[in-house]
């Protein structure tokens, strides 16, 4: 039975996963000691006698404890930014093309995806492959997500009342610079040439996420139709368990969509929506699901070769 530790396991993500795993019994979770885990050598000691280890830490944290490890038979989930592009470590998004899932099953080490980028990869990866988006198309993905995406520090603006930090305020934009940490991942793993103009924002509730990326259907190559866009995406997650690709019909029918819609699981959906000029390609996911600690333990299923549904 493999042993699996999180290093980070009290922060946000690194709860959701402990919570998804504690019923599990084809795994051994093991926990460092609370009063020694700031502890260099404690560390390196439960880092070194995992199977698996997932680090839910910030990116100097994460390289740090990736130092740490000299056995070399520990397999390493990174669930933060510091490897997402990195030589010589396998994305972690099994669905974004026909090769990633055997890389990832193949993989020692695995860098999980950012929430914003799962959504945007999704949409844009199947339609550059297909050549229905140009690499070098002037892209916009605007996005809205719960505040738990932003940890510990966002949670306490939203949530802890009698904190210096807490605001009311029920919607905000933020990285307005459009240097967004998740951009290189994006236009990585999406196939881009040019960088896309990114535009997060935050809500007043806890999880959840909307990533849209609109385009006019004449600047495209061949000037596709919705059906084109959507026969694309259909066809490249036709099959799959978490990904979802919503008919015309259904996103038609649509008056509204909740970017709750899918919290506490690990699905993916997408949409088309739009007419015969203008379309808007759309991701509803739950931030802290399929964008976090769900696809870290999809990815650890696959890595220890364990059914790649199960605990999800």
């Keep these: 039975m493999a042993k699996v530790y999180i290093d980070g396991e009290a922060g946000t993500t690194g709860l959701r996963i402990r919570e998804r795993l504690a019923a599990r019994t084809d795994i051994q979770l093991i926990s460092i000691d609370p009063a020694r885990r700031k502890e260099p050598a404690a560390r390196a000691e439960m880092l070194n006698q ?5 680090l839910c830490l910030p990116d100097d944290a994460s390289r740090e404890a990736v ?37 990832i099953q193949a993989a020692m080490r ?17 339609l550059v492959r297909d050549g229905l988006i140009a690499p070098g198309h002037p ?30 305020t029920p919607f905000r934009l933020y990285a307005m610079g459009l240097t967004h940490k998740h951009v290189p991942e994006i236009v990585e793993h999406s196939g881009l040439t040019r960088k896309p103009v990114f535009a ?15 385009l006019h259907l004449d600047t495209l190559p061949g000037a596709p139709t919705l059906g084109d866009l959507q026969a694309s ?47 808007m390609l759309t991701a509803l996911l739950d931030n802290l699901g399929k964008g976090a600690s769900g696809a870290a333990v ?15």
């Design 110 to 126: 695995v860098s999980n995806p950012g929430c914003y980028s799962t959504g945007a990869i999704s949409l844009l990866a199947p």
């Design 200 to 214: 997060p924002s935050v809500g007043r509730y806890a999880q959840g996420m909307l990533v849209n990326i609109p």
């Design 139 to 168: 892209l916009t993905i605007n996005a809205v997500s719960g505040y738990t995406g932003g940890g510990k520090s966002m949670i306490a603006e939203f949530e802890d009342k009698a904190g210096e930090t807490y605001v009311e």
């Design 67 to 103: 130092s740490l490890i000299e056995s070399p038979s520990v397999k390493v989930i990174d669930a933060s930014t510091a490897f997402r592009t990195a030589a010589g470590w396998a994305f972690g998004f099994p669905e974004c093309n026909s090769g990633q899932r055997a890389a």
């Design 233 to 279: 995406l259909a066809k490249a997650y036709e099959g799959e368990q978490f990904v979802e690709v919503a008919s015309l019909e259904e996103a038609a029918a649509l008056k509204t969509l909740d970017p709750e819609g899918l919290n506490g699981t690990n699905r993916l959906k997408l949409f088309v929506f739009g007419n015969a000029e203008q379309v």
């Design 50 to 54: 995992a199977d698996l280890v997932i």
């Design 298 to 312: 999809q990815n650890m299923n696959l890595m220890l070769g364990l059914p790649e549904g199960a605990g999800l």
